[in-house]
């Protein structure tokens, strides 16, 4: 099953999917930057194989809620992620707070 919503941070618009399969579910935030995602992201190939797609995103492990990915610490962040001031360490909504239009 797939799940779709608009959640507000701070008055920022994002959209949160949430893909449940067998086992685990696989879940992102979004918004026309960049995301955060679950540990199913390979932050590694976005940096090294594709970084002329220069994606910003960061990743977040051991999380099994979209709320959870909010809250939790990010493990990892791509170079394009840095750019914008996002670091290893800083909580996922943060994160997306810095991911402008």
């Given amino acids: 099953m797939i799940e779709m919503n608009p959640i507000a941070i701070n008055g920022e618009t994002f959209i949160a999917v949430t893909l449940k399969l067998p086992k ?13 995602m679950c540990g199913a992201l390979d932050v590694g190939l ?3 194989k594709l970084k002329e797609r220069k994606i910003v995103a960061g990743r977040a492990v051991g999380v099994r809620t979209i709320d959870q990915l909010l809250e939790a610490p990010l493990e990892s962040v791509t170079h394009e992620a840095e750019e914008l001031g996002i670091t290893t360490g800083m909580i996922g909504k943060d994160a997306l707070l810095k991911m402008k239009y």
Avoid at 26 to 36: C, E, L, P, R, S
Wanted: aromatic fraction near 12%.
């Fill in 46 to 48: 976005l940096n090294e």
């Fill in 24 to 36: 685990t579910n696989f879940m992102a935030v979004m918004n026309d930057t960049g995301y955060i």
